[in-house]
């Protein structure tokens, strides 16, 4: 039976709610066979916008609820941002229409509270244009207009300057393209754009990375059911990670180590570059092991080994046995919001403050694997100093027997969306001498 596009766009808002991260919902969503195929693009699209735009979403619905927003049933709360949502984004949809949809579906989840959907919602088509975020607090009104909570707003401005911080946070909010890393070892880049503008797919060569293929998200893929990527041709990565692997430059004979490695997009990068390179590949549990796994076999690489490991904790069969030794490190996740908006509102100022000292532990035992005349790669998805540069001015303090070694005549790579249109990106690579 095919189940109701909305009914499955609330149960995955429900689910965010309970603290699953969007991105995997939808990615669950496309292997359902209980959804119409047309369905799965209208679900993910909502889904998306609503985690979005929720600050924005409940600034309004609160103009037009008798009922404080704690107060609403989660549930019911949830219908009415996707109602909202839908009747200011989505034009394909009449507003009586949305009214209709979502009127049914609280009949379904709790009918006593049906009237009141029907009640706000009729309220906000006809004076919704009349609502004006106050500008008497710039901090809140960016909060609202971007969806961005307070502290961030605020520690972006502090970082950036009041117009960066707002380019920023707009760029947050759109949707960006799709990359993938073609595997040069089983075809050509070259040949893979001509299949894919044959198939009518809209792409183009990367400008960041040789071997990237940038696909608009006008046309919604599902790249992961596709037989080519089943076959191993290429793999779903954004360009900004893909810089990482030519960072590390990996040649004939090089013992590589990454510590952070899942799911395993730098691992095979690496791997595919130089076929005679040995990499280690770990992470600190098995499920995350097995979606490494899942990749290696996947593209056909036969240079990864695979290794449980606490990036933490000193392990002495590593000592001194690398010439390049990668330290993705767990992070803040704060410049890749365009692809998971949830990050938004799962994050504090005092979580990137402990993260900085987690990284700061990892680099310091990473540095203990690097052999003399050996390089240490030091990367994070976020654009918060506290956790780039700030990390490397204490590692370089206590660590003199490293330098930095220049990547395109700068000290670090920062990469940012609103800038370079990729994912918020840092990187930094240093020589032990």
Known sequence: MIKNARKVALELLNDNEKNQYINKLVQNLYKREDIDERDKHFISKIVYGVVEQK???????????SVRLKKI??????????SVYQILFMDKTPNPSAVDEAVKLAKKESFRHSGFV??????????????QIPKTDLIEFLSIKYSHPEWMVKRFIEL???????????ANNTIPDLSIRINTQLTKREDYMTKLQMDGIPCRISDIV????????????DLEHNEDFKKGLFI?????????AHIVAPEDGDQILDLCAAPGGKTTHMAQLCPRAQIISCDVSEQKLHLIEENVKRLNLENVQLMLNDA??????????????LVDAPCSGLGIIRRKPDIKYHKTYEDILALSEIQLTILNQASNYVMNEGFLIYSTCTVDPIENGEVIKQFLRTHQEFEIVPIEDNNAMQLYPNVDETDGFYCCKMKKK
């Open 73 to 82: 049933d989660p549930c019911i709360l949830n219908i009415l941002r996707m």
């Open 210 to 221: 040789e071997d990237g293929i940038v696909i608009e998200q006008s046309k919604k893929l």
């Open 118 to 131: 029907n009640g706000v919602l009729r309220n906000f088509i006809r004076d919704g244009h009349k609502v």
């Open 236 to 244: 779903i990565q954004d360009e900004s990670s893909m810089k990482i």
């Open 55 to 65: 600050i924005y979403l409940d600034f309004l619905i609160r103009k037009f609820s």
């Open 160 to 170: 950036f300057g009041e117009s960066f911080a707002e380019d920023l946070m707009a």
């Open 312 to 325: 933490t904790v000193e392990n002495e069969s590593f000592k001194m046995r690398f010439h390049k030794v």
